[in-house]
């Protein structure tokens, strides 16, 4: 049996507050079992030289693990260079969010996901993705507001969850203490159609058969579906059309 008598399909509790940091066009601070972080949203008139005289905009992240987000072993600050992972994460929240919407719609600026998480127990990309998805989407509000873009984008949603294989059995949402001992870690994103745009896989332990792979793949999916409803609801709530 899982902490708290989870049952192997089912996520940890999941909570988003919106405007979580004042004065920024969008933040969200993400709650997903006792995993913590906070995102932000900032825009900046300026783009990458390959994208000059293109009239499209970009889409870009930041991800870090703040001093005592994992415990008493203290987590240095990332001060100019970033690490393997955090770059291989903060890649990884960017490429999806860029699928979100036509980059056309918010001209020649960036808007950049900072994601920080202020406490881990696995699942923090994830977790980061899934917040910067609903401060990307609030951002818009400010844009529209301030005039900087006459109407609001059309957007899809999407969302990821790390999905485990452990003894051939399928686990949702993994909390640290599974992920450490796991033999499958896999990652997940998914549009609300089921679409998939993004999946890892981590294999540390056992092969994991085709067939095994597929439900797992499926079982992310169904998840993905439920936190896309549980954001529906955050960004009706805030006024936002879709």
């Not at 990821?160 to 001992?181: K, P, T």
């Not at 033999?183 to 092969?207: H, K, M, R």
């Not at 994991?208 to 792979?213: A, I, N, Q």
Request: charged fraction near 25%; proline fraction near 4%; include cysteine.
């Amino acid at each position: 049996m899982r902490a708290n008598n989870r049952s192997a399909d089912k996520l940890r509790p999941i909570a988003f507050i919106p405007g979580y940091v004042r004065n920024v066009p969008g933040s969200v601070l993400c709650e997903q079992g006792h995993t913590r972080v906070v995102a932000t949203a900032t825009v900046e008139d300026r783009i990458p030289p390959f994208l000059k005289k293109s009239g499209r905009g970009w889409i870009t992240a930041e991800y870090a693990m703040l001093p005592g987000s994992s415990g008493n072993q203290r987590i240095s600050r990332e001060r100019g260079k970033i690490n393997n992972r955090s770059g291989e994460i903060q890649r990884f929240i960017a490429r999806a969010l860029r699928t979100v919407f036509d980059l056309k719609e918010i001209g020649e600026r960036t808007i950049t996901l900072d994601t920080d998480v202020i406490q881990a127990d696995g699942g923090t990309r994830c977790a980061s993705l899934n917040a910067g998805f609903l401060a990307l989407i609030l951002s818009f509000k400010h844009l529209v507001y301030e005039q900087w873009i006459a109407d609001f984008p059309a957007f899809r949603f999407i969302a990821a969850v790390s999905i485990g294989i452990r003894d051939q059995e399928i686990l949702a949402d993994l909390d640290y203490e599974e992920d450490a001992h796991i033999d499958n870690d896999i990652n997940i994103v998914s549009t609300a159609s089921g679409s998939l745009i993004e999946v890892q896989s981590f294999c540390e332990g056992a092969p994991t058969s085709t067939e095994l792979f597929s439900k797992a793949i499926a079982l992310g999916v169904e998840k993905n579906m439920e936190i896309i409803g549980i954001q529906k609801k955050i960004l009706g709530d805030a006024g936002i059309p879709f």
